[in-house]
């Protein structure tokens, strides 16, 4: 059974921060990994998806890596607004149609 | 189009009352997903089906949740003889299976949250 760990849970950093997100998963043979962003009582937002032949998504001052033998995978936020304050969840696709997520790192972004 | 909606985005009913959630996908998108999130947790999938058919169902649906699907377009969401466990937030997701394309991204709808007192 797939599981998916995002480490750490919460994060406080003061505004203009470059931060790494982490997302482990627990069964290699994956087809995909997406990050998303959700913001309180809201829905998903997608924000990079990586396909199991690449190793890394870009966009804007987002920038996600996978390393699919080590189940690993981080997502890189450069120079960090305010507005980047969300739960950012990433989610893993293994087998049939089901996405399987981890629990969530909570950011907040201090001005 | 604007996207996978929801209906309605909060639900507050007594246990042991029946629930029915809507979901309207992005248009054309064939495969629906439903997902539930509880407080603090990520999203865990539920059920999806391709078209009007029901593929796959987690263990978490247990015998009083029913999904359909009846036309292909819009799904339905039911919860009878609603327990406290219940409470969360109940997500959507469509995606639009090609042949040819192995993966296909799902999109997210806003979610219904539920409350059972």
């Known amino acids: 059974k797939q599981e998916v760990t995002q480490i750490p849970a919460a994060l406080s950093v003061p505004e203009g921060e470059n931060l790494v997100l982490n997302c482990s998963f627990t069964?290699?043979?994956?087809?995909?990994l997406q990050w998303f962003r959700q913001d309180p009582g809201k829905g998903l937002t997608s924000l990079l998806l990586i396909q199991s032949s690449q190793r890394e998504q870009t966009s804007g001052r987002l920038n996600a890596s996978l390393d699919k033998s080590s189940g690993r995978s981080t997502l890189y936020i450069a120079a960090s607004q305010p507005g980047d304050s969300a739960t950012y969840l990433c989610a893993v696709w293994t087998s049939g149609s089901r996405l399987t997520f981890g629990e969530g790192t909570q950011l907040t972004v201090n001005p | 189009d604007t996207g996978v909606s929801q209906d309605p985005r909060h639900k507050i009913t007594k246990r042991g009352q029946n629930v029915t959630f809507r979901c309207d996908p992005i248009?054309?998108?064939?495969?629906l997903y439903w997902y539930r999130q509880t407080l603090g947790q990520g999203p865990e999938f539920l059920t999806y089906?391709?078209?009007?058919?029901?593929?796959?169902k987690s263990r978490l649906l247990s015998d009083r949740f029913s999904a359909e699907r009846p036309k292909g377009s819009f799904s339905t969401l039911e919860i009878q003889r609603t327990e406290q466990g219940d409470s969360a937030m109940y997500l959507c997701?469509?995606?639009?299976?090609?042949?040819?394309?192995?993966?296909?991204?799902?999109?997210f709808g806003p979610g219904t949250r539920l409350t059972v007192t």
């Open positions: 069964d290699s043979a994956i087809y995909n």
């Open positions: 248009s054309e998108h064939n495969r």
């Open positions: 089906f391709q078209n009007e058919a029901q593929l796959e």
């Open positions: 997701a469509s995606s639009l299976n090609s042949a040819g394309v192995f993966f296909y991204e799902q999109y």
